[in-house]
T-cell receptor, first 115, second 114 residues
């Protein structure tokens, strides 16, 4: 596609429920990232996928968070047993490769509110 | 680990005046530096980056940034600000050593006053 596509754009969920957030990267991009943006925390790195390599999960805040990338393209970020502190904007991004000089392009984000 | 500092929370500037948004960085290797802009309720939009070469980098919408290795800075500039430039600006750095993370500063709110 023309840009990174994320869905849903907005999600309100009850505390304790599971949520899934989807990301469709730019076509042909092998590297995919998830970040979280929340008030007071700025932009936090969550997870990184590059091709068929094992993902870098070092930014996931707890074991309630997981992500997968199927077929090297679409990715799903899953938050289990959501808590109010999970309320944030979840931003997906992609780059042509994982090389550090490549530009990383962001989607519009999925705005998650846990009530 | 790499890090970025954006010392000002908010930058106010009159329309037509020069705009500067400050950024300093810390990395162990060579830095790859980026600026992004975020408009209200939108994602991050890429403005420009420094990888190597000329220290002055030109980007989208008339923005430019100057890489200064001795001062470890990468300030964003625009000669004449527009009201439509009012947004949140993020500086980011990536270590050339191959670290997967793009480390962001806390962001600067720019307000251009008509």
């Amino acid at each position: 596609g023309a840009g990174v596509s994320q869905s849903p754009s907005n999600k309100v969920t009850e505390k304790g429920k599971d949520v899934e957030l989807r990301c469709d990267p730019i076509s042909g991009h092998t590297a995919l990232y998830w970040y979280r943006q929340s008030l007071g925390q700025g932009l936090e790195f969550l997870i990184y996928f590059q091709g068929n390599s094992a993902p870098d999960k070092s930014g996931l805040p707890s074991d309630r968070f997981s992500a997968e990338r199927t077929g090297g393209s679409v990715s799903t970020l899953t938050i289990q047993r959501t808590q109010q502190e999970d309320s944030a904007v979840y931003l997906c991004a992609s780059s042509r490769t994982g090389l550090t000089g490549n530009t990383i392009y962001f989607g519009e984000g999925s705005w998650l509110t846990v009530v | 680990a790499q890090s970025v500092a954006q010392p000002e929370d908010q930058v106010n500037v009159a329309e037509g005046n020069p705009l500067t948004v400050k950024c300093t960085y810390s990395v162990s290797g060579n830095p790859y530096l980026f600026w992004y802009v975020q408009y209200p309720n939108r994602g991050l939009q890429f403005l420009l980056k420094y990888i190597t070469g000329d220290n002055l980098v030109k980007g989208s919408y008339g923005f430019e940034a100057e890489f200064n290795k001795s001062q470890t800075s990468f300030h964003l500039k625009k000669p004449s600000a527009l009201v439509s430039d009012s947004a949140l600006y993020f500086c980011a750095v990536r270590d050339s050593g191959g670290n997967n993370r793009l480390a962001f500063g806390k962001g600067n709110q720019v307000v251009v006053i008509p």
